[in-house]
């Protein structure tokens, strides 16, 4: 993999005298896509020792490289038509992932086994972990990263990052619950067994605040076995006070503790939320 990767490397010093249609170079972007197609890599994790996300950038490298080297073609699926630069993902049935009629992969992103992916969309460069499931109308985009036995809820928007190469991508962990239309942006990260209600909107400027204490705890980062919550906290500004967003944490979850939905669902009534 360390010879792919300085291949592209090359490729990338030189992208200004690529032009669409050389097929050596595409050969071998599409053989570093094949490898995030079929999980052997990824475009970003966390490094067990240190718990920050290292972000491989020659695999984001791989993907920009790809839009400049393939021409957009026409791809007729039933009644519908699609015109892109990339394939849809394929062999769900081989790598035991369930497709409701609706939903759709491009190709060079990543679905564990056991994941149920409803009428929604995931993008190239992102991997979801086995066991997930991505729920009607949520998104999942580029390069970010969801861990397993994870569920997006309805409408729930992941954002995607391809640019810089160097730029961290939205991470979720494993066994994480998002609630219905929560946005979840630019690098954000969301820690192992938590719970975001309904319409939380979390991105690195939004601060993360402790209900028990006031403390603002992170920006853009929810910690591990949380219930958190969208919140406003008033703001003095020469114009007069403002309301402006922050997320509440509401309560510690021991860890490893199973989401029990109509405890969860009880917690978040008690302070006017819900899942």
């Known amino acids: 993999m360390s010879e792919l990767a300085a291949r592209v490397g090359e490729l990338w010093a030189r992208r200004e005298e690529l032009a669409e249609g050389d097929l050596e170079a595409t050969a071998v972007v599409e053989e570093a896509i094949g490898l995030l197609d079929d ?34 073609e026409t791809t007729e699926v039933g009644p519908f038509e699609y015109a892109d630069r990339l394939p849809l993902k394929r ?39 086995a066991g997930s499931m991505v729920d009607t109308w949520a998104t999942v985009g580029s390069c970010a990263q969801i861990g ?60 993360v605040v402790d209900a028990s204490t006031g403390e603002e705890l992170s920006r853009g980062r929810v910690p591990p076995w949380s219930v958190a919550v969208t919140a406003y906290r008033p703001r003095r500004l020469p114009g007069g006070e403002f309301f402006l967003p922050c997320v509440l944490l509401l309560r510690r979850l021991a860890e490893g503790e199973r989401h029990d939905k109509a405890a969860i669902n009880e917690i978040l009534r008690a302070h006017g939320a819900s899942t």
């Open 39 to 72: 999980g052997s890599a990824r475009v970003a994790e966390i490094e067990p020792q240190t718990g920050e996300v290292i972000v491989h950038e020659w695999l984001k490298q791989a993907i920009l490289l790809l839009f400049r080297l393939r021409a957009i």
């Open 91 to 129: 062999g769900y049935s081989r790598s035991g992932v369930r497709v409701v009629p609706g939903g759709s992969a491009r190709w060079g992103s990543f679905l564990g086994r056991g994941t149920v992916l409803m009428p929604g969309y995931v993008n190239i460069g992102a991997r979801v972990g």
């Open 148 to 207: 397993e036995r994870v569920h997006l809820a309805g409408g729930v928007g992941i954002g995607g990052v391809l640019e810089p190469p160097n730029a961290v991508p939205v991470v979720i962990e494993d066994d994480v619950f998002v609630g219905s239309r929560s946005m979840v942006t630019d690098g954000a990260r969301v820690g192992r067994g938590s719970v975001l209600g309904a319409g939380t909107i979390l991105n690195p400027s939004i601060p």
